[in-house]
């Protein structure tokens, strides 16, 4: 069965083929250069390039796959979350399609598509395991019983992660999108040059927090000279990455552990980060349970994981109703 999938949530115009919900044959991703100067994504430009982008990129999804739109019988699309103006070009596009060629229309969860990442080109089914979802929007510790059954088990109480890393290093001058320009600038620094607090990081629950932690990086910065700042840029970088993932790779472990699972997701962009990644593989390599994280270009949004999901949906549930419309403060169920 070959899906099409459509990923429009926020600044990744992304389209994608993928054979029976695993097999990835395509996954064009065209990333919006023009929010750099603004030091964030701009809702209105951010829609317009998706309206001027979608058609060509569909094309070339397409011409990828070797595969003719008459050949799609499933076409799946976000509807949320994210920001509403893009949710609604790639949305409607998609019954679009799915109106014009007859084909069954899957409306999908962002958040799930993410987790439906992990299994891209994967032979395992998605069975019961911790998941941790982390990207610019969103920070979710979630129980995965099987695909459409979740139980929350804690989220960030402010700011996301990927959301602290981007405001980090546009406080370091590094620019935006900063995460992985504090990963890279982090291999020239000293994680242990400055403790900085991790917050909640000793709760008892699964909740998190970064605004504490983006605060005290912020203070420590303008306390320094020009000369302290250059000098020491690479440190501060390292600094504040070894804090979060401290916080991160606790909480995930320490639920792995008390729900007594062998499996440990990551996904969202923020799942690419290098540091991440060594942390939690030193501290499992003391427990009986593995880690998955999807390679990096299917960590950041991408279609391929919407078109995952949407081929998972359809088999639990079926087609969705072309009156699905795009909800940006979507939760997963």
Same mark, same amino acid.
């Given at each position: ?77 976000? =509807?949320?979350? +994210? ?5 609604? &070009? @790639?949305?409607? !596009?998609? #019954?679009?399609?799915? /109106?014009? *060629? ?48 979740? =139980?929350?088990? +804690? ?5 996301? &992660? @990927?959301?602290? !890393?981007? #405001?980090?290093?546009? /406080?370091? *001058? ?58 020491? &840029? ?100």
């Amino acid at each position: 069965m070959l899906t099409l999938g459509i990923e429009t949530s926020c600044d990744e115009t992304a389209v994608a083929v993928v054979e029976d919900g695993a097999r990835v044959l395509s996954n064009v991703i065209l990333s919006q250069t023009e929010h750099t100067r603004f030091g964030g994504v701009v809702p209105e430009i951010a829609s317009r390039a998706h309206v001027a982008a979608i058609t060509q990129i569909c094309e070339e999804a397409l011409e990828g796959a070797g595969a003719a739109l008459s050949e799609i019988e499933l076409v799946a699309a976000t =509807r949320g979350p +994210g920001l509403v103006g893009c949710l609604l &070009v @790639g949305l409607n !596009f998609a #019954k679009g399609l799915a /109106l014009a *060629g007859n084909m069954d229309f899957a409306a999908v969860n962002h958040l799930e598509g993410h987790i439906a990442a992990n299994f891209l080109n994967q032979k395992s089914p998605i069975g019961r395991h911790v998941s941790l979802v982390i990207s610019g929007g969103h920070t979710l510790l979630v129980e995965v019983r099987g695909f459409g059954e979740y =139980r929350l088990l +804690g989220r960030t109480r402010d700011d996301a &992660v @990927g959301e602290a !890393f981007d #405001k980090v290093a546009k /406080l370091l *001058g590094l620019g935006y999108p900063g995460g992985a320009k504090i990963d890279r600038l982090s291999d020239d620094g000293d994680p242990s040059a400055i403790r900085f607090p991790r917050p909640m990081g000793k709760s008892a629950d699964y909740d998190f927090s970064f605004s504490g932690l983006k605060t005290a990086v912020s203070l420590h910065w303008r306390a320094l000279s020009e000369v302290e700042r250059r000098e020491t &840029v690479a440190d501060v970088a390292a600094s504040f990455q070894e804090a979060a993932v401290d916080i991160l790779v606790s909480k995930t472990v320490r639920a792995a552990r008390e729900l007594g699972v062998s499996l440990i997701t990551l996904s969202g962009g923020v799942a690419a980060n290098r540091r991440l990644r060594e942390a939690f593989i030193d501290e499992l390599s003391r427990m009986n349970v593995a880690l998955h994280a999807p390679e990096a270009k299917l960590c950041t949004d991408n279609a391929a994981m919407i078109a995952a999901a949407g081929h998972f949906q359809f088999l639990r549930q079926g087609p969705s109703s072309l009156n699905e419309d795009a909800d940006p403060s979507l939760r997963l169920a």
